[in-house]
């Protein structure tokens, strides 16, 4: 017979394991955690403290890996270690740093070595550049107004950009679950299992909400969006942090990459309800330079300690079979690149041993399809194509080496000693040019330019050094320029060549040098290139080339007005065989639109107070501008855009330049989104189609989640994610209850899935399933402290895309 002690104790392993097997939804449903105890004594059970929101002006980021990153152009270092033998990655307690950032593929920024959230600061307004030369104007074609609100004022917004009304979320994460304290007042009595026990982390991640069907409105800056019913989502828990969104290979494998600070990195492959699948284990480091996928499906991870000297690569399959591929010195500073037959390449830091916490340039590496590693300087730039192949300019000292891989074969060219080379330039049939330029001992100039088909090529020399490129269906066209002397004083002489396989077709002497280092090109190959013209403030001059080479001058009635715009998805080149060019002239700002023949076709006037960016084309050609509306002193106080063809102007969107992303992002759609900022975190997003209507009203976001494009070398930060339709999506992770995950349809911001911040303060951007019908976010679960996961893990959220609903 059992004595009344042993029954009791008996009870309590009974509780435990019910709870532990999932068994009782009452016991899973409540806040707290019941655990079965003896009659004679007190029981006591204690809910988990729900940590404390966080606030909209957090930084959300990734883990920054360096202090610095040179310019590419610097001298590298060479390693002495490149071949050491492999070695243990040490784990670390310490904080992980974020992740490299860049704001733009031509810039490359430094960044400060601090694992604190990273503060926001607005870039400062692109500043505009005037021409002033005066010259004999011919008198232009009669003006005509864009389709514009009241001209004579600077234009008022015409919607109210108010954030999504509060919803009622889908499901809500169930932290008090993942920090259980069952306080008893037996010494004997059975322990409550630890936290971070692998047992309940199992049974937790298998615990999925599924509520009914809700019908869900949300409010954005042009009224209430129809009601959609909402399906049901999956939230699913894992321990750690995220390192990045979910990835999908090619194949459709979904692989999560996650880790903790305490044990290392983890990757788990999961189904579309965020179901785990498999996993591979701890696997020892932390992830640097982000997890890419092979074409075969197959995960890459390079993991090394938080200061480590040396790198592993790993590949994960969709079984969670882990396998070491090689080991390299020093570690990854920027993202992973993958080509199209699955070689790898990125570029390594080191520790500099005379700083705590700064580093010095390693080496540069190719890892082949094969896995063999392959060692360059470190200041190389890589461009690769669809078909494989892979082209790399290595610089080092005077000398530079062009070396190309395709599935063909292999190349080196060893470039002109002490030759400045460019990045390899790919054009849109995949044809490749590289540019060398070389100044001779007698103050000469000029220009190779090394056209490559596969491992084949062919060499042109041109009059000049190299400027601005423009990339057509037909070749790449080229700006070259020369001075007197040594020193570029910003005058001169310029040189548009037309390059391809057969050589290079160059234009006559243009006087003077381009203002704002752009030029258009149009289908017919005409050439329209607005010069600078320092003699003048009243007059402004474009070099028209025709397609053989001959330039007209035109002669606009002001000076020349050019802005930079950073735009993604855009096209190279107009529909229409017409130039665009800015001036200022009576007060207000013109586009000069030009014939072939240099005639000024026409004149659009801007809205008065509007200064228009250089002209930009959509995927199908059509021309925009995109205007801004400068306070007293001179910050964008409002923006707006102009389809120039049409005349057609979208609504004043009140804000200046949103901070980290691109202004303009067309969608693989064809419809494009201009963003603007407002206060604090705050995003605006309006979408328009080729002719200038808007296609998707005016919405705000509180805390938008930014996204990173992997198409080069620094790659870009943008708000908005795309899924497969088209469709673009934004995390709101906002502390207010509107967070969410919104698409963005022509109705407004449409709520797919409501977020429930919990406090967290680390989030990741939506990605896709590769049959487009499911989206997947991550975020933190709680704030936790550092780099390492809040009290709950993360929680993955697995939603229906609107193409289902």
């Not at 894992?238 to 880790?259: C, E, K, M, R």
Request: glycine share 10%.
């Amino acid at each position: 017979m059992t004595s009344e002690r042993a029954r009791d104790m008996y009870i309590g392993r009974v509780g435990a394991l019910a709870l532990a097997l999932g068994i009782g939804s009452a016991i899973v449903a409540v806040p707290g955690v019941a655990w079965a105890e003896p009659d004679s004594t007190s029981a006591t059970s204690q809910n988990a403290t729900s940590p404390s929101a966080g606030t909209a002006a957090e930084k959300l980021s990734r883990p920054r890996l360096f202090k610095n990153r040179p310019a590419k152009d610097a001298p590298a270092a060479d390693s002495s270690d490149a071949d050491d033998p492999v070695t243990d990655l040490p784990t670390s307690k310490k904080k992980r740093p974020a992740l490299t950032r860049s704001t733009s593929r031509a810039e490359k920024a430094t960044e400060p070595d601090t694992n604190e959230a990273e503060t926001i600061e607005r870039p400062s307004v692109a500043p505009t550049a005037t021409d002033d030369d005066p010259v004999e104007t011919t008198p232009p074609a009669e003006a005509e107004s864009a389709t514009a609100p009241d001209k004579t004022d600077p234009p008022p917004a015409t919607g109210a950009d108010t954030a999504p009304e509060p919803l009622r979320p889908l499901a809500k994460a169930l932290t008090t679950l993942f920090t259980p304290r069952a306080l008893t007042s037996e010494d004997d009595a059975p322990d409550s299992p630890a936290a971070s026990s692998a047992l309940l982390w199992t049974v937790l991640a298998s615990v999925r909400r599924q509520p009914t069907d809700e019908i869900l409105t949300a409010t954005n800056a042009s009224g209430v969006v129809a009601s959609r019913r909402v399906q049901a989502a999956a939230v699913e828990t894992f321990p750690g942090n995220a390192y990045q969104s979910p990835i999908v290979a090619a194949d459709g494998t979904t692989y999560l990459a996650t880790y903790d600070v305490n044990t290392g990195s983890t990757v788990s492959i999961i189904d579309r309800d965020g179901q785990v699948l498999a996993t591979s284990g701890t696997i020892d480091g932390f992830v640097r330079g982000g997890a890419v996928t092979r074409p075969d499906g197959s995960l890459i991870v390079v993991t090394a300690a938080l200061r480590g000297n040396r790198s592993t690569i790993r590949s994960i399959d969709s079984d969670g079979t882990v396998t070491n591929l090689a080991t390299v010195s020093g570690v990854p500073d920027l993202q992973v690149r993958t080509g199209a037959d699955g070689s790898l390449y990125f570029s390594t830091r080191r520790p500099n041993p005379f700083d705590p916490f700064g580093t010095l340039p390693n080496r540069y590496y190719r890892i082949s399809p094969t896995n063999t590693v392959q060692s360059l300087p470190y200041n190389t730039s890589l461009s690769l194509t669809p078909d494989g192949g892979a082209y790399l300019v290595s610089r080092q000292g005077a000398s530079s080496t062009l070396r190309v891989y395709t599935p063909t074969g292999n190349r080196t060219i060893f470039l002109p000693f002490g030759a400045t080379a460019g990045s390899p330039i790919v054009g849109q049939d995949g044809t490749v040019y590289v540019t060398a330029a070389q100044r001779g001992l007698f103050g000469t100039k000029t220009t190779r330019v090394y056209t490559l088909d596969g491992t084949t090529s062919t060499t042109s020399t041109v009059t000049g050094l190299p400027g601005a490129t423009v990339v057509t269906a037909d070749g790449l066209y080229l700006e070259t320029f020369t001075f007197p002397g040594t020193t570029d004083p910003g005058t001169g002489t310029t040189y548009i060549s037309m390059i391809t396989a057969d050589g290079a077709r160059t234009s006559d002497p243009i006087t003077g040098r381009l203002a704002g280092f752009t030029f258009q090109v149009t289908d017919d190959g005409t050439v329209y290139a607005p010069l600078l013209d320092p003699s003048s403030s009243a007059t402004g001059r474009v070099a028209v080339v025709s397609p053989d080479g001959a330039v007209t001058t035109a002669t606009l009635p002001g000076p020349i007005v050019t802005r930079t715009v950073r735009t993604d998805g855009a096209a190279t080149t107009g529909s229409q065989n017409v130039g665009y060019v800015n001036y200022r002239a009576g007060g207000i700002d013109h586009v000069a639109v030009l014939d072939p023949d240099g005639t000024i076709a026409r004149t659009i006037d801007l809205p008065a107070g509007a200064t228009a960016s250089t002209v930009f084309f959509g995927p199908d050609g059509a021309a925009f501008q995109l205007l801004d509306y400068r306070g007293p002193e001179g910050q964008t106080t409002a923006r707006q855009l102009i389809a120039l063809e049409t005349g057609t102007l979208t609504e004043v969107v009140q804000g200046g330049t949103a901070p980290g992303s691109f202004d303009v992002v067309f969608g693989p759609d064809g419809v494009g989104y201009f963003l603007t900022s407002g206060d604090s975190t705050t995003t605006k997003v309006l979408g328009f189609d080729s002719s200038g209507a808007t296609v998707v009203p005016l919405s705000t976001f509180v805390q938008p989640v930014d996204a990173q494009t992997n198409d080069g070398d620094f790659p870009e930060n943008q708000y908005l994610s795309f899924a497969p339709d088209g469709t673009a999506y934004v995390l709101d992770y906002t502390v207010q209850p509107t967070a969410g995950v919104y698409a963005l349809t022509s109705s407004g911001a449409q709520l797919v899935q409501p977020i429930d911040r919990a406090g967290g303060v680390r989030a990741t951007a939506p990605t896709f399933s590769k049959d487009g019908t499911t989206g997947f976010v991550t975020i933190a679960d709680g704030p936790g402290p550092g780099p390492g996961p809040g009290p709950g893990g993360i929680l993955l959220y697995s939603f229906p895309t609107v193409s289902t609903l």
